[in-house]
C-alpha cells in the first residue's frame, strides 16, 4: 500500500493507492494526479428509486421557486410544504405502496454502493475541490467537502464509466462550486453514498445520485442534475432546479 500526502492552494487531500483489483468547463488548475483505476464498477442497482429526482424519509420543505423534474417521493413522513410556489413536473407519492417499495430498494442501493471493494480504491479526505477524477470507487472515511476549487470526472470518452463514492461522515459543497462532467461522463452513472448528511452551498452546481442517511439540505440557488434520496431525515429546499437524468 502506498499513502500520498498532498497539500496545495486548491485541495488537501490525503490519497491513498492500492494495486492490483478482486472483483462544463473548469477554471482550476488541478495540481494532483490521481491514478487511473483499473477496476469496472457496475451500476448500483437504484430499481423503485428511478423515476425520483426527490425520495425523503421525514419530510420535504422547499422555499422560493423550486423547480423539481422527476417523481418525489416522503415515506414514512407526511409532511411536504412549500408547492406551490414549487412546482413539480412530476407524481407526488406519500407514504403511499410506490414511496414505500422505493424506500426499501433506497435501503437496499446504499447498501451496495456501501458495500464495494476494490483492491485500487482511492482513498480521498477533506476538500476534493480542484481535482480531476476518472472511472472507479472512492472511499472517505470521514467527511468530503467540495471548496476552493471545482471538482471534475472525467469518463475518459466511456459513456458507461461508473463512479462511487463512499463517505462515511458528511458531503458538502461551498458556495457557487461545481461537480463537472467531462469525457462523456453522465450524472446518472454516479453515486454520492453519504453516511450521514449532505449540504450544497448556495448556486452550487452539483452531478449524480445523492444517496443519504441523514438529510439533505439545498441552500439558495443551488442545482442537482441527479437524484436527492434520504433513508431516515428531510430534504430541504430554497429555490433550486433538481432534474432527474
Known amino acids: 500500500m502506498k499513502a500520498i500526502k498532498i497539500i496545495s492552494a486548491f485541495a488537501l487531500v490525503s490519497v491513498v493507492v492500492f494495486s492490483g483489483c478482486k472483483d ?29 429526482a426527490i425520495l425523503a424519509g421525514s419530510a420535504v420543505t422547499s422555499t422560493g421557486a423550486t423547480t423539481i423534474s422527476g417523481d418525489l417521493g416522503l415515506s414514512p413522513g407526511t409532511s411536504v410544504d412549500g408547492f406551490p410556489p414549487a412546482i413539480l413536473t412530476g407524481t407526488q407519492h406519500i407514504n403511499d405502496n410506490i414511496a414505500n417499495q422505493a424506500k426499501l430498494d433506497l435501503t437496499v442501493a446504499f447498501n451496495d454502493a456501501a458495500g464495494r471493494t476494490c483492491t485500487d480504491i482511492v482513498t480521498l479526505s477533506g476538500n476534493i475541490g480542484g481535482l480531476t477524477l476518472t472511472p472507479g470507487l472512492y472511499k472517505s472515511t470521514s467527511t468530503l467537502s467540495i471548496s476552493s476549487g471545482d471538482l471534475t470526472l472525467d469518463a475518459k470518452g466511456n459513456a458507461n464509466a461508473v463512479f462511487i463514492f463512499q463517505i462515511a461522515s458528511s458531503l458538502t459543497t461551498t458556495s457557487g462550486r ?17 453516511g450521514s448528511s449532505a449540504t450544497f452551498g448556495t448556486t452550487s452546481v452539483f452531478k449524480g445520485n445523492v444517496m443519504a442517511s441523514q438529510s439533505i439540505t439545498f ?27
Open 24 to 52: 462544463d468547463d473548469n477554471d482550476n488548475v488541478n495540481p494532483i494526479d490521481i491514478p487511473i483505476q483499473t477496476t469496472v464498477q457496475a451500476s448500483v442497482p437504484l430499481a423503485g428509486t428511478s423515476n425520483f
Open 178 to 194: 461545481k461537480v463537472i462532467l467531462s469525457g462523456g461522463a453522465l450524472a446518472s452513472n454516479v453515486y454520492w453514498q453519504v
Open 219 to 245: 441552500n439558495t440557488g443551488a442545482t442537482l442534475d441527479g437524484r436527492a434520496l434520504t433513508s431516515i431525515g428531510g430534504i430541504t429546499m430554497a429555490g433550486n432546479a433538481i432534474v432527474k437524468p
